[in-house]
């Protein structure tokens, strides 16, 4: 069983660049979730994709925006990039239905200059 | 609004103490899920347990016990016999139960940090 994986998972970026962070679902999962965890903090739900499409959204501005491939893959694009901005990306995939069950790939870091 | 609590940010035990890891949550719905994840050094969080609101006994995994209680909104995690390998960052997490994926509340974590 392959696990959720990340790429890539480390990348520096000046402010007002776009960046893409990609990720591959766990085998046999058709929802891929995005995370975005500052240091120090707890996670935060960013969005949600099902059947390659937004499933649910939290509280992030428009330039945060994703794609869902026919093969459960997903893209996370954060254009005009910002300081705060930098944080760890987490990709999270799971079966619809199992509230919660997500299966978390190691993250890609990014960091704003 | 939801919201969990974690007012522990770091506990340092030694080796084979029991430690207790407290959540206190918020919620206007009646049907909910709570969580418990670690997250190694590495980055990943590893989901631990679901528990639903409806479900208010306890649970036992090994050296893992969970206390679900609802009168005071709180889903407390205790390790007993505390191993180095148990250093993580510990995330206690709310969800809605309409919430058909991967929309979770988290905490803002307990570090604890566990020395030989």
């Known amino acids: 069983e392959t696990g959720v994986t990340q790429s890539p998972t480390h990348l520096i970026k000046t402010r007002g660049q776009q960046v893409t962070l990609r990720c591959s679902s766990q085998?046999?999962?058709?929802?891929v979730s995005w995370y975005q965890q500052a240091l120090g903090q707890g996670p935060q739900f960013i969005f949600q994709y099902y059947r390659e499409e937004e499933n649910g959204r939290g509280n992030f501005p428009p330039r945060f925006s994703g794609l869902q491939f026919p093969n459960y893959s997903s893209e996370l694009n954060v254009n005009a990039l910002e300081l705060d901005d930098s944080a760890l990306y987490l990709c999270a995939s799971s079966s619809r239905g199992l509230a919660g069950e997500l299966f978390f790939g190691e993250g890609s870091r990014l960091t704003v200059l | 609004a939801q919201k969990v609590t974690q007012a522990q940010t770091e506990i340092s035990v030694v080796e084979k103490e029991d430690v207790t890891l407290d959540c206190v949550y918020e919620?206007?719905?009646?049907?909910?899920?709570l969580f418990w994840y670690k997250q190694p050094p590495s980055g990943e969080l590893v989901f631990l347990i679901r528990r639903n609101s409806f479900d208010e006994q306890n649970e036992i995994s090994g050296r893992y016990s969970w206390n679900f209680q609802k009168s005071t909104s709180s889903f407390n995690f205790t390790i007993t016999a505390s191993q180095v390998v148990d250093s993580a960052v510990y995330f206690c997490?709310?969800?809605?139960?309409?919430?058909?994926?991967?929309?979770?509340?988290f905490g803002q974590g307990t570090e604890l940090s566990v020395k030989p």
């Open positions: 919620t206007r719905d009646t049907t909910y899920y």
């Open positions: 997490a709310l969800s809605e139960a309409y919430n058909q994926g991967g929309k979770l509340i």
């Open positions: 085998s046999g999962h058709n929802t």
